[in-house]
């Protein structure tokens, strides 16, 4: 007898469910839309000639130890290569410190395996990284948001939020995704001291940080808390280890590639510890081969160079965007000009849906993600992201005057049915 499914999925899965938008994304893969929608990095910038002669360096040299299961913690050299990066940021972390993950997306669901239980509440940006939502829903996961503004998370509104007893804050500090925007320095300072004063975790997630294309580079909120820290008890700061109230995220992802599916994770060793349990019920470890290739890509330097021509492409092609938008785009709309990343947010007048402006922009060839998937309580309507990485130059033009033909159409439809209401 064939078992009925769907009397047999968990509990949890009811919180993961799939939405008409995203059957209506699915359409844009197809060739003749322009797509704003993935945040995909600019394929022609993979280094694809680095990657293929490493990889046959890494098999002349050492073959059967990239073949072999291997530690959960990750490769050794790579975790070392990540502590000397990190140190140029001034983030003081030994190894221990540091776990090796599949992607970034993998410590989020690592987090809420060893910190969620069913129930929880959790402090996020609103809006924030969908991925991250949909990691902790997994869990049984419930959210308290704190609204950004062009400056990050609106940290003045974050001890009322905390009256709902968040067990953590998730914050992404650098060109957010969605939003484009950065956290201020003062806002940095106010979010640890808060951390601080209620000793509440915090997960500073930074897959963006070192795209920065204008502007001073900010310090990562791992550092500020690290420094008050000391400044008590400079003990802490022994032998370079980090013990304090961050989990530091991020990932080569948008540096190297998404498809290496490499990330890590700096946090207080005894979170490490903890990691590492929750992960070897998930994958062992990630990928030997592919963490032995990258090493062998970056231990040379490659990534400085490689980096700062990922930052002109992205720079370029953002400016495009921000002119062709003041260009199409009609009057009443508003959107971010982010200072690095991948992605602006455009927030339309209060009386039009973005799902519905996104039906007549895929019918027009033209694609983006509508807000409110960003958003934990389902609001935000009025908004979408575009992404403007993953596009060329003429394509970006044409992309956004066909999505400025739509949204003209659109504001002058909702301004006929109010002026005959
Ligand atoms: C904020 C944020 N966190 C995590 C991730 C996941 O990145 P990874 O490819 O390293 O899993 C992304 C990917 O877009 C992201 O934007």
Known sequence: MATSWKHRYAKRMRGMSSSAIRELLKLTQQ????????????PELFPVEEFRAATDRVLVKHGSEAMQYSTTEGYEPLREFIVLKMAQYNIQAAQENVLITSG????????GKILINPGDMILTERPTYLGAL??????????????IDGDGMQTEQLEEALCAGPKFMYIL?????????????????????VT??????????????????????LPPLVVLDAEKLNSRTPAGSAHGFYRGNVIYLSTFSKTLAPGLRLGWIVAPTEVVRECVKAKQGMDLHTSSFVQMVAYEVLK??????????????????????LDAMARHFPPGVRWTRPHGGLFLWVTLPEIVDAGAVLERAVANK???????????????????????SNAQPEQIKIGIKRLGEVLTAELEYEKELANNV
Do not use: C
Request: no cysteine.
């Open 31 to 42: 060739s003749d839309i322009i797509s704003f929608a993935g945040g995909l990095p600019a």
């Open 104 to 111: 970034s997306q993998q410590a989020l669901d690592l987090i």
């Open 173 to 193: 500090p650098n060109f957010q995704n969605p939003g484009g925007v950065t956290l201020s320095l003062e806002r940095r300072q106010a979010l640890i001291n």
């Open 366 to 388: 033209v694609a983006f993600v509508p807000g409110t998937a960003f958003y934990p309580d389902g609001s935000g309507h009025n908004t979408f992201r575009l992404n403007f």
């Open 300 to 321: 040379d330097g490659f990534l400085k160079d490689h980096v700062h021509r990922i930052r002109q492409v992205y720079r370029e092609r953002r400016d495009i965007m």
């Open 134 to 147: 949909q990691a902790w829903r997994a869990y049984e996961a419930e959210f308290v948001t704190v609204p």
């Open 196 to 217: 601080d004063r209620y000793g509440i975790p915090l997960i500073e997630d930074d897959p963006y940080g070192e795209l920065r294309f204008e502007g001073e580079h």
